[in-house]
């Protein structure tokens, strides 16, 4: 792959050079590689296959994990977003133990892996949330918890410029990666000022279902908004929002016989 550096970008396919855009700008690469059928078939490309079934499988989980946790990323702007999730399901993939190579799946991996993904690389909950806060998930009850005791938003929360208010919200996924379904929630605070008022002690709960056997995800993010002749409006470009998976649980133990 190379990059275009004329002064007219070139799109389509000269001889064997194929041009083409990208979010990384206009690039050109070398047609060719395998054939299809003879990946699919000969067994000199076992490996390839088993990493295609697993690397498949990941795309779909990430996929399925990004529809639980959609209302809050529809404000979040990270067009990597996507990409970086299946990176990460992948890991979670191939920490199974269980199955072998090709067939190892989300269920028997380390879903555990995913705390602390952030959904947007541009705006982390780390470097724009600074108060302290508390993790707790429930599986028995079917609850998960954000505490965030009372801080002052001018010191705690990083804004951008033009921002005058913001909201603390929390949202919780139950994912079912093999029946390719969810329950999710979510919970939030009120639109606050960022001025030297504290806030209120912040208790966010999400409710899924009791004694669930099912990897339970639970994600905390800050929306940012502009106040406009006493109307807020959220900063619908979402460079500045933070989302990030703050605690998970995997699949829990099973029962001693």
Sequence with gaps: ?????????????????????TKAGHLAREKGGVDANRIATDPAFVRTRENGAE???????????????????????DSYMSS???RE?????????????????????????????????????????YAP???AIDRAAGTLIVDIPAFVPINMVAAPAGATHFKVQAAGAEIDFEAETFINGSAASAELPIDA????????????????TKPLFLALGVEF????NG????????????????????????PNP
């Design 55 to 77: 690397f498949g499988r990941a795309g779909k989980a990430g996929k399925l994990l990004r529809t639980a946790f959609r209302a809050l990323l529809l404000s979040i702007g």
């Design 133 to 135: 806060f508390s993790t």
């Design 231 to 254: 109307a807020l409006y959220s900063l619908k470009n979402g460079a500045y929002n933070a989302l990030a998976l703050v605690d998970v649980s995997g699949m829990p133990a099973a």
């Design 197 to 212: 008022t504290p806030t209120a002690v912040m208790n966010l709960t999400v409710n899924v279902t009791d004694n669930s």
């Design 1 to 21: 792959m190379a990059r275009q550096s004329g002064i007219i970008p070139l799109k389509g396919t000269i001889g064997n050079i194929t041009f083409y855009k």
């Design 84 to 86: 970086r999730l299946t």
């Design 89 to 129: 399901m992948v890991k979670v993939i191939q920490a199974d133990a269980t199955n072998v190579r090709g067939q190892r799946n989300v269920i028997d991996g380390e879903a555990e892996l995913l705390k602390g993904f952030e959904f947007n690389s541009n705006a982390r909950l780390g470097g724009t949330l």
């Design 225 to 228: 908004y502009q106040q406009v």
